[in-house]
């Protein structure tokens, strides 16, 4: 199978032709028909964060179809649509149990992050992680469900909103424009802040009722007028840098949340004096449960959720789409084409 393969970290990826992988006997082979790419994407080319044993096939956005189906599997057919669950979790601690299937404490493997992905014809994953994509979802859509759209749905549970609360989302890029629709359907008051015009217009079609520029001098004292005086009841960092962590401070009322979406190597610029006398929180949130996916998925069926798709690549440019993601000029999600 044709595949972009990462050798070494920090090199273009190869588009080679490598073995299709083997199933096991509780695995299912699944045909990629596409596969969206985010900024993980880079922290894995980058060696940040994630470090997976080379040579390594990213992709963890995908959507296919069941090419083939290991002897212990039911309840698929071949042919079928699915989309992964990414987490490859042990089933037994304490995470798991609770169904905090992100939180495993005995990880087995992450779907084109620490294990072979989706940038590639076929791609291997466990039975039970696959769920099933209805038709009305088109597979370049439906891969998101995989990054994107279950992190915009956990990160929303993850705050404490209500029907007329204030919020902002910092960065209006892939993740936000899956949440941005989920605070509207909510009847949250919605913010979207960025330093792309592109993305801020977007947002608006969204649904954002204020969009604004991140480093307009002015930015904080609209966000809290919007707010009624008093700043935001939740930020949402989807950038997660030091200095989008000092503005989700600046945005937020006393005992306001930051939910912190976005992953940098970065300290956040916050000092613990605000953290205390403000009694504000600090909520990390990354990617969702099973049960995350299963609703992100009836989101995007009954066209709650529509992620908008900036452009796409075939598989033999899979190194023209990361550095087209890297030069920050995708004003919404990029997706390689890989049988479409």
Sequence with gaps: MKAAVLHEIGK??????????????????VETKSC?????????????????????????????????????????????RVVPHLFITCGE????????DAQCADLQGLVGVLV???????????????????????FETG????????????????ARLGPNDTAVVIGAGGVAQSLIPILVKAGVKTVATSRSQGKLDLA??????????????????KIREFAGG?????????????????????????????????????????????IAQRELEIIGSRNGSKQDIADSIEMLAEGIIEPPITRTFPLDEANEALEFMRSGGADARIVIDIKG
Aim: hydrophobic share 40%; net charge negative; proline share 8%.
């Design 12 to 29: 273009p990826l190869r588009i080679e032709e490598v073995p299709t992988p083997e199933i096991g006997p509780d695995e299912v082979l």
């Design 93 to 100: 601690c304490y995470y798991c149990r609770i169904g905090q």
């Design 230 to 274: 008093t700043g935001a009841q939740c930020v949402f960092d989807c950038v997660g840098t030091a200095s989008t962590m000092k503005q989700s401070a600046d945005y937020l009322m006393r005992q306001g949340q930051i939910i912190v979406i976005g992953e940098e190597p970065e300290f956040p610029a916050i000092d613990t004096i605000q």
């Design 116 to 138: 072979n992905g989706a940038f590639a014809e076929y791609f291997v994953v466990p039975a039970e992680n696959l769920f099933t994509l209805p038709d009305n979802v088109p």
């Design 143 to 158: 891969g998101l469900i995989s990054c994107a759209v279950i992190t915009a749905v956990h990160g929303f549970r993850r």
């Design 204 to 221: 608006m079609q969204l649904g954002a009722q204020l969009a604004l520029n991140a480093n307009a001098p002015d930015t904080t004292d």
């Design 36 to 80: 969206g790419i985010c900024r993980t994407d880079l922290h894995v080319y980058d060696g940040l964060a994630y470090i997976p044993e080379l040579p390594h096939i990213p992709g963890h956005e995908p959507a296919g179809t069941v090419a083939a189906m290991g002897e212990n599997v039911t309840g698929l057919e071949v042919g079928q």
